[in-house]
């Protein structure tokens, strides 16, 4: 339900008849502020936080972070090997974004910095007290890492509607806050329509537990769905 819908409902005023107008259906990317591009990017129907559970005692046995991994406050580390150890957060306080990079209005908000094709995936980020699973660490053997890309990919998928679509390829993505974090590729021949109504990201961490659910209905930009 978005803001708009919620106050009209508790004014008693019925909802139908006055579809929601956000900024990104009402002004130019050219015009967004800032501002207005970071909500994009962390709260909006693109952008959700994730439900991270550590099924593990004590936080024990969370998965290290690697190089090139994401700092508490959702920034780069600056250097490798400096990345803080998740599993020294507090249990049930990791934080994470799971951000619809390959939709049209991130796209802008980015202001189209990846060089994938997003016509071919659902690309997917993920962000936040996370390690970036899509690179290899430098204490890390090949048959490690791959044994770990491995899993992900048995893990990882959207869900829709009772069925699946499965991790086709991991990556990553260095930058700023509102840009770094490990990416999660979906092929499109398996389509998402609003008939689905409903999509959930899960993926397994070790003993952590990662879903995110999007509403499709509002996902829509300049009248159509944009995923």
């Known amino acids: 339900m978005t803001r708009r819908t919620a106050l009209l409902l508790g004014m008693g005023i019925p909802a139908f008849g006055y579809p929601p107008r956000e900024f990104w259906n009402d002004k130019k990317p050219a015009d967004w502020t800032d501002d207005e591009r970071q909500e994009l990017l962390t709260k909006s129907p693109w952008a959700k936080d994730a439900e991270v559970k550590n099924n593990s005692p004590a936080g024990i046995g969370a998965p290290r972070a690697t190089g090139g991994g994401m700092n508490r406050r959702m920034g780069t580390s600056g250097t490798r090997g400096a ?26 908000a980015l202001h189209n910095q990846s060089k994938d094709d997003p016509a071919a995936n659902y690309i997917l980020c993920v962000s936040g007290d996370l390690p970036m699973l899509g690179r290899r ?26 069925d699946f679509i499965y991790l086709n390829k991991i990556g990553y993505q260095n930058g700023p806050p509102a840009i770094a974090g490990t990416l999660f590729y979906f092929e499109r021949n398996d389509l998402i329509t ?5 999509v959930t990201f899960v993926t397994k961490l070790g003993p952590m537990d990662v879903k995110a659910k999007f509403a499709l209905h509002d996902m829509m930009y300049l009248g159509k769905l944009e995923l």
């Open 137 to 162: 660490g430098n204490d890390e053997g090949e048959s490690e890492y791959q044994q770990r890309l491995d899993m992900l990919k048995q893990y990882t998928k959207l869900q829709k509607k009772g």
């Open 194 to 198: 609003l008939e689905d109504k409903q």
């Open 83 to 108: 990345i803080p150890d998740p599993s020294t957060a507090p249990q049930g306080h990791y934080k994470a974004i799971v951000r619809w990079d390959s939709a049209e209005p991130l796209r802008e």
